[in-house]
């Protein structure tokens, strides 16, 4: 079973900038498209980001021109840079696979919250 890990989030003031990174424990990762997804207080979970097997992205239109999805293949890690964030990005991170109905396993996720 795939076991996913994220880390990197934290407090920051609005307008500043945090990466955020996902490992996924498996060794076929180039071989499934990838999202980030974040669950703010009260409010269901939502996509953010994905990246496709081939490095194709889509993001949702509220963080278009200041989040950045990536990944690195070699070390089963999927990467979001967020920039210029705002106090409406606060939530808890998650990645898992994307275009799928069949998820892997929920990790913890990474708690980021945008503050002055």
């Known amino acids: 079973q795939v076991r996913l890990v994220e880390s990197g989030g934290g407090l920051v003031q609005p307008g500043g900038s945090l990466r955020v990174s996902c490992t996924a424990s498996?060794?076929?990762?180039?071989?499934?498209?990838m999202g980030w997804y974040r669950q703010a207080p009260g409010k269901e979970r939502e996509s953010v980001a994905t990246i496709g097997r081939l490095g194709n992205t889509k993001y949702i239109d509220s963080v278009k021109g200041r989040f950045t999805i990536s990944r690195n293949n070699m070390q089963q890690t999927v990467f979001l840079q967020m920039d210029r964030l705002k106090p409406e990005d606060t939530a808890i991170y998650y990645c898992?696979?994307?275009?799928?109905?069949?998820?892997?396993?929920w990790g913890q996720g990474t708690q980021v919250t945008v503050s002055s």
């Open positions: 498996t060794m076929r990762f180039n071989a499934f498209a």
């Open positions: 898992n696979r994307a275009g799928t109905d069949s998820p892997w396993p």
